[in-house]
């Protein structure tokens, strides 16, 4: 063992691996051996005293780069952060970890490109020993009216610019070929396999990367894109070269095929079905166009898109509808329920005040709440997602929850909820995709910034709900 106190650290011999076309090179205060192709320190220190560990990545055929002297790079990492957090004009209540999700999403942003990666891990499981482990490390266009909402809210407009124009990018070309992920660049092979020689996060199999959902159909992204142009354009964002002619092709495709069938938000491994979520967001795509042409003056086929606009709406309130329970429903004949049909009054489909909406609510409270935290849907040998069962309850769910809660005037079930979710921060503020209350922990990818979007689009909601009382910033 090496001990090492104030003014004793030395700098050892770095390792280098260099197995083509990747070479790595690890530096370091203490010595560091090497035995059976592991490298090791052992080492001791005294309080207030820092070790620094670096590990370089580079070309193996290119000279390795300058050595990073760690306390400095430390420092200046700090410094800017310290600054970049210092520009937030966010001033409603929960300011702390508004502050500190905002952090995770600039974090996970790709400077080069604008895109944001859904989390920064694979295969972190939903249920422990399962089989839901996904790779995340993906841009998600679902993601983009609450980034958009969640940047701009807290003033950082160079941010919001980035994103909507990574989104631009991604989905220009044939409406057809629309994605609802990409690469941090806009890649759109993203081929699926499995690591087999991997054990996994305990014992939680297969490794995946890659995600197959990328070849998915789902309907609900082409609402999620309209919106987020519609917002950024009601934001003040500038508009984009182009945008509007992209978008407008887009939409008048999903307004031929929006009928159809697909895999749905949850991205099932199951039959295609007609989700009414799907349906919902199908209907923002068209009232967003409808009110860029009517309120921002924008050109395009309004009467068509008034028409597909109604035709959505009332197919939706026949067949998505269980008057029986007073409830939407997950898909069409389904008696299932889901999650997401907390949005319909967040995106306007129809007024909080709606009876249907309400009842939808209660419905979700009674048969999707575990130990007080929403499931997206219940995923039993009857759910629609193709999977074995057993999963978290997840966590955007449970904050779009309390979305609903302030809209329709429960304004101390809504605060109380949205401390019992923040309580599952770990001591760093992060959240991941779901929780597990059986084992009292964080499971799924991790962080998550669909997590993290929904906790700062509550505490917005909540700030500005006539009623509500919020803690000072």
């Known amino acids: 063992m090496v001990e090492t106190g104030p003014g004793r650290a030395r700098r050892a011999t770095p390792f280098v691996l260099a197995p083509a076309p990747n070479a790595l090179e690890l530096r370091s205060d203490v010595p560091l051996r090497d035995h059976d192709v592991q490298h090791m320190a052992e080492f001791t220190i005294a309080p207030e005293q820092r070790v620094s560990f670096v590990l370089t990545s580079y070309p193996s055929w290119e000279v390795p780069p300058s050595p990073t002297e760690p306390t400095t790079a430390l420092g200046e990492t700090e410094a800017w952060w310290r600054e970049w957090s210092g520009r937030s004009t966010y001033r409603g209540g929960w300011g702390e970890e508004v ?64 994103w909507r124009d990574w989104v631009l990018r991604a989905v220009a070309g044939d409406p057809e070929d629309l994605q609802i992920m990409y690469g941090l660049g806009g890649e759109r092979r993203l081929d699926e396999y499995e690591l087999d020689w991997l054990a996994g996060y305990e014992s ?18 082409y609402g999620e894109v309209s919106d987020s142009m519609f917002r950024a354009r009601q934001l003040g964002m500038p508009p984009a070269p182009h945008g509007w002619s992209v978008l407008r092709r887009i939409i008048e495709w999903l307004e031929s095929h929006w009928r159809e069938p697909d895999e749905g938000l949850w991205e099932v491994r199951g039959p295609k079905r007609n989700f009414v979520h799907s ?85 979700v409270q009674r048969e999707l709440v575990r130990d007080g935290f929403v499931m997206r849907y219940l995923p039993d040998e009857h759910a629609a997602d193709g999977l074995p069962p057993g999963e978290g309850a997840f966590l955007a769910c449970s904050f779009w929850l309390v979305n609903d809660l302030a809209l329709i005037g429960r304004h101390q079930e809504a605060q109380d909820l949205f401390r019992r979710l923040l309580s599952l921060q770990n001591d760093v503020g992060l959240l991941s995709e779901e929780y597990d209350s059986a084992n009292k922990r964080l499971v799924g990818n991790f962080p998550q910034a669909f997590t993290h979007l929904a906790l700062i689009s509550s505490a917005q909601a909540l700030s500005s709900t006539p009623g509500n009382q919020t803690p000072p910033r």
């Open 279 to 363: 349906k919902v967001m199908a209907w923002v795509a068209a009232d967003r166009m409808i009110r860029a042409i009517e309120e921002l003056g924008l050109d395009g086929p309004v009467e068509r898109f008034r028409q597909m606009r109604a035709d959505i709406h009332a197919e939706v309130c026949r067949e998505g509808y269980d008057a029986g329970r007073n409830t939407f429903t997950q898909y069409y004949g389904s008696t299932q329920l889901d999650a997401a049909l907390l949005l319909i009054p967040q995106v306007g489909f129809l007024p909080p005040s709606d009876p249907r909406v309400v009842g939808t609510i209660e419905a």
């Open 99 to 162: 502050g500190r999700s905002l952090i995770t999403l600039k974090a996970l942003t790709y400077a080069p490109t604008g895109g944001l990666v859904a989390a920064a891990t694979t295969s972190l499981p939903e249920f422990l020993g399962g089989v839901r482990n996904w790779d995340y490390r993906y841009c998600w266009l679902r993601d983009a009216v609450f980034t958009l909402d969640a940047l701009m809210s807290a003033g950082y407009v160079e941010e919001a610019v980035s």
């Open 204 to 221: 939680s199999r297969p490794v995946r990367v890659g995600n197959a959902a990328s070849g998915q159909r789902q309907l609900d992204v």
